[in-house]
């Protein structure tokens, strides 16, 4: 293990903000980090860096994880089951299960981030969300250093939301997560209708796993920036879940509001839209702002701070507060 000092962390987090950690260690065994946190145990975790926004240099150790490596446990004839380590890149695992025909996880491309913090927010996109895939992990405790394994149901899955959210947060370090994907009878799920166009521009009516990936990442590509040319974290704000009868108010004054109907009581209201309404969809402020196709994604031009983009996700917040009474949630860890 080489502990370095003073290295700079726009390389390690999607947002490119230049700020500096005291002390850094990239780690690639499961041993180096178990030794590692025998003499070390006030960190700061850093895997993909893409659901983060630093705001300052970083006083505490940066354990930057690196564990690589996919194995297969079992499989039978349309089953297959796979331990990925926490420093693979999500989007190539993804394009690596679609190239063998691993169904289950094809509408989650070019997602960014690595495979060990997926299970942290339970990422989701187009209709999916890890959760459904995921059975196991296992995290190293950073107290004890002893390895531990989570079932599915003990990882306690939200929207956006985990126990390593809540109450397990900070505690533990994930080292590999644990799939159950499909080879042969395939959910496909095309019921999105960015989807559902796209397979059709392409006049696709049987998609493979591949179609539906490729249609995934051309609808992306579309909205999203690649954070190798802006710096950005995908979505900085949740869609909020509102009230049937909060909904029922807004829909009088804006009848135009689109929702998703998460139960009887409960709308989702997509946070783009609202943030659009509200005028920052394009609003560009020196070297920071709101990304000009995707209201919900807020961007480094070049050389802004953290504390910029954080100051810009306050007024936003404040100003949806204002105009449709409701309090969006910040997706992104904030450090500060």
């Given at each position: 293990?080489?502990?370095q000092e003073n290295?700079?962390l726009?390389?390690y987090?999607?947002?490119?903000?230049?700020?500096?950690?005291?002390?850094?260690v990239?780690?690639?065994?499961?041993?180096n980090?178990?030794?590692?946190?025998?003499?070390?145990?006030?960190?700061?975790?850093?895997?993909?860096?893409?659901?983060?926004?630093l705001?300052?240099?970083?006083e505490?150790?940066v354990?930057?994880?690196d564990?690589?490596g996919i194995?297969?446990?079992?499989?039978?004839h349309n089953?297959i089951?796979l331990?990925v380590?926490?420093?693979?890149?999500?989007h190539?695992?993804?394009?690596?299960?679609v190239?063998q025909?691993y169904g289950g996880?094809?509408?989650?491309?070019?997602?960014?981030?690595?495979?060990?913090?997926?299970?942290?927010q339970?990422i989701?996109?187009?209709?999916?969300?890890?959760?459904?895939?995921?059975?196991?992990?296992?995290?190293?405790e950073?107290?004890t250093?002893?390895?531990?394994e989570?079932?599915?149901?003990?990882?306690?899955?939200?929207?956006?939301?985990?126990?390593f959210k809540n109450k397990?947060?900070?505690?533990y370090?994930?080292?590999?997560v644990?799939?159950?994907l499909t080879?042969n009878?395939?959910?496909?799920?095309?019921?999105?209708?960015?989807?559902e166009?796209?397979?059709a521009?392409?006049n696709?009516?049987?998609p493979t796993?591949?179609?539906i990936?490729?249609?995934v990442?051309?609808?992306r590509?579309?909205?999203?920036?690649?954070?190798?040319e802006?710096?950005?974290?995908?979505?900085?704000?949740?869609n909020?879940?509102?009230?049937?009868?909060h909904?029922?108010?807004l829909q009088?004054?804006?009848?135009?509001?689109?929702s998703?109907?998460?139960?009887?009581?409960?709308i989702k209201?997509?946070?783009?839209?609202?943030?659009e309404?509200?005028?920052?969809k394009?609003?560009r402020?020196?070297e920071?702002g709101v990304h000009e196709?995707?209201?919900?994604?807020l961007?480094?031009?070049?050389n802004?701070?953290?504390?910029?983009?954080?100051?810009?996700a306050?007024t936003i917040?404040?100003?949806?507060?204002e105009?449709f009474s409701?309090?969006?949630?910040?997706?992104?860890?904030?450090i500060i």
């Amino acid at each position: 293990m080489n502990i370095q000092e003073n290295i700079s962390l726009k390389e390690y987090n999607t947002f490119g903000i230049d700020v500096n950690a005291k002390r850094f260690v990239s780690i690639d065994s499961l041993y180096n980090l178990q030794q590692l946190l025998k003499k070390e145990q006030d960190i700061f975790l850093i895997s993909g860096g893409s659901n983060m926004l630093l705001t300052k240099d970083i006083e505490k150790l940066v354990v930057h994880i690196d564990l690589k490596g996919i194995s297969i446990d079992r499989e039978n004839h349309n089953d297959i089951y796979l331990t990925v380590n926490a420093g693979e890149n999500w989007h190539d695992f993804v394009l690596w299960c679609v190239s063998q025909n691993y169904g289950g996880i094809e509408n989650l491309s070019l997602i960014p981030g690595n495979v060990g913090t997926c299970p942290i927010q339970n990422i989701g996109a187009y209709g999916v969300e890890v959760k459904d895939t995921i059975t196991r992990i296992e995290a190293v405790e950073i107290e004890t250093g002893k390895l531990i394994e989570f079932s599915n149901k003990e990882c306690e899955f939200g929207y956006r939301n985990s126990i390593f959210k809540n109450k397990a947060k900070g505690k533990y370090i994930i080292t590999s997560v644990s799939f159950q994907l499909t080879k042969n009878e395939h959910n496909l799920n095309t019921s999105y209708g960015a989807i559902e166009n796209e397979l059709a521009s392409k006049n696709i009516e049987n998609p493979t796993l591949k179609n539906i990936s490729d249609a995934v990442i051309a609808i992306r590509q579309s909205k999203l920036p690649d954070p190798k040319e802006i710096g950005n974290s995908g979505s900085f704000f949740k869609n909020p879940v509102i009230s049937k009868t909060h909904f029922d108010k807004l829909q009088k004054e804006f009848p135009n509001i689109p929702s998703y109907i998460i139960s009887e009581t409960e709308i989702k209201v997509p946070a783009g839209w609202l943030i659009e309404q509200s005028g920052f969809k394009g609003k560009r402020f020196g070297e920071y702002g709101v990304h000009e196709k995707q209201a919900l994604v807020l961007v480094n031009y070049g050389n802004a701070s953290g504390k910029e983009i954080y100051e810009l996700a306050e007024t936003i917040k404040k100003t949806i507060k204002e105009k449709f009474s409701i309090e969006l949630e910040i997706e992104v860890n904030i450090i500060i």
